[in-house]
């Protein structure tokens, strides 16, 4: 079998249609609209044989700052190969791999939906780093929770369960005891307003951040706004002169998680360590505000992931994960030290 890597032209839509009818059951598509649907200056390479398309990835090359150092670095995404359905094209996922690394060296990789699948699999036999990004969540209307939440009511006798709990409201005094626990009594009322769009105040926010984590992706004006387009998806808090945080508050229907709950998501944020704290408190205040069932929000920085425990976020189990090349790994440090959350992949889209 010989394989081209070929950059998409409009001339290989067809055959990218096929692939992704053959994909279908497997839940993994490649965009078949990419100037619509890719972000900017993103590319997308197909696996070629012959006059058919057998694979292909999506590389987002970024700006990403490692102490304050600007380098470039890329996003691997969506790599789809259809080894995952046919065992003669197995090969193809390596084979767009390397196509990846001779064009970005710097590369990352995130979500993957659990280190058992095989994207986490193959990256970690190739010598990547992977690391799981927390997952945290506070529930705020527990008997709505109890009764519509998917993830955890997958038996019959769970459901039961959680039922009574919610009926009886003994669940929601376990909720209430569990998050108080960790909650931690700051006293701390930061103000914040909602913003339309990002000003040059996310500018000075992020030229005093930038330096403290040992790896961030640029959140300067130009790529907030590449990635947050001016539409009421997106909401946008500024909390005094300490940080951001991009935020969804998404009614959700028949999410195998979530079921029908409204949830609440810290999507993005940027603030000095020292002040994650008064960012995710003010995020806290305002989604609880809207009337979100719940919030959630992955975090990768201890600053961040403890700002959350003490506003009462629950820690809970994550497939969210963050894949790191070898040459990328040896620059970016320890998970703890790196800022990572949705807002660096695909992520918000599924939110």
């Known amino acids: 079998m010989a394989f081209d890597i070929r950059p998409f032209s409009p001339e290989w839509l067809p055959a990218l249609r096929d692939l992704n009818g053959r994909m279908q059951a497997t839940g993994m598509q490649l965009p078949d609209d990419p100037e619509q649907e890719l972000l900017p200056g993103s590319g997308m390479f197909l696996a070629v044989e012959n006059c058919h398309v057998r694979g292909g990835y999506i590389l987002r090359p970024q700006q990403f700052f490692f102490h304050g150092v600007p380098h470039r670095a890329a996003h691997y995404r969506l790599p789809i190969s259809e080894g995952l359905i046919n065992q003669r094209y197995v090969p193809v996922g390596a084979l767009l791999l390397r196509s990846a690394l001779r064009q970005e060296p710097h590369?990352?990789?995130?979500?993957?939906?659990?280190?058992?699948?095989?994207?986490?699999?193959?990256?970690?036999?190739?010598?990547?780093?992977?690391?799981?990004?927390?997952?945290?969540?506070?529930?705020?209307?527990?008997?709505?929770?109890?009764?519509?939440?998917?993830?955890?009511?997958?038996?019959?006798?769970?459901?039961?369960?959680?039922?009574?709990?919610?009926?009886?409201?003994?669940?929601?005094?376990?909720?209430?005891?569990?998050?108080?626990?960790?909650?931690?009594?700051?006293?701390?009322?930061?103000?914040?307003?909602?913003?339309?769009?990002?000003?040059?105040?996310?500018?000075?926010?992020?030229?005093?951040?930038?330096?403290?984590?040992?790896?961030?992706?640029a959140r300067d004006q130009p790529a907030l706004h590449a990635l947050y387009p001016g539409n009421k998806r997106f909401l946008r808090i500024r909390v005094?002169?300490?940080?951001?945080?991009?935020?969804?508050?998404?009614?959700?229907?028949?999410?195998?998680?979530?079921g029908d709950l409204r949830v609440g998501t810290i999507v993005d944020s940027m603030a000095r360590p020292e002040d994650a704290g008064q960012v995710v408190e003010a995020a806290r205040r305002f989604l609880e505000e809207r009337g979100v069932d719940l919030i959630i929000s992955n975090q990768s920085h201890a600053a961040w992931t403890t700002a959350l425990r003490d506003a009462g976020f629950l820690k809970g189990p994550s497939n969210f994960l963050f894949a790191a090349s070898r040459e990328l790994a040896a620059m970016g440090g320890a998970i703890t030290a790196v800022h990572i959350n949705r807002g660096d992949g695909d992520g918000p889209v599924h939110l």
């Open 107 to 217: 590369l990352y990789a995130l979500g993957m939906g659990g280190s058992g699948n095989p994207l986490p699999r193959m990256l970690q036999a190739a010598g990547w780093s992977i690391s799981s990004v927390p997952f945290y969540f506070r529930v705020v209307h527990s008997s709505r929770f109890l009764r519509k939440v998917r993830a955890i009511r997958n038996t019959r006798w769970r459901a039961a369960l959680l039922d009574f709990a919610a009926w009886t409201g003994l669940g929601s005094i376990a909720i209430r005891v569990c998050q108080s626990a960790v909650k931690k009594q700051t006293g701390v009322k930061p103000r914040f307003s909602e913003e339309d769009r990002f000003g040059d105040w996310a500018d000075t926010i992020w030229q005093s951040s930038r330096a403290e984590y040992a790896m961030v992706a």
């Open 240 to 258: 005094d002169q300490a940080g951001w945080a991009v935020l969804l508050d998404t009614t959700m229907q028949g999410d195998r998680y979530f």
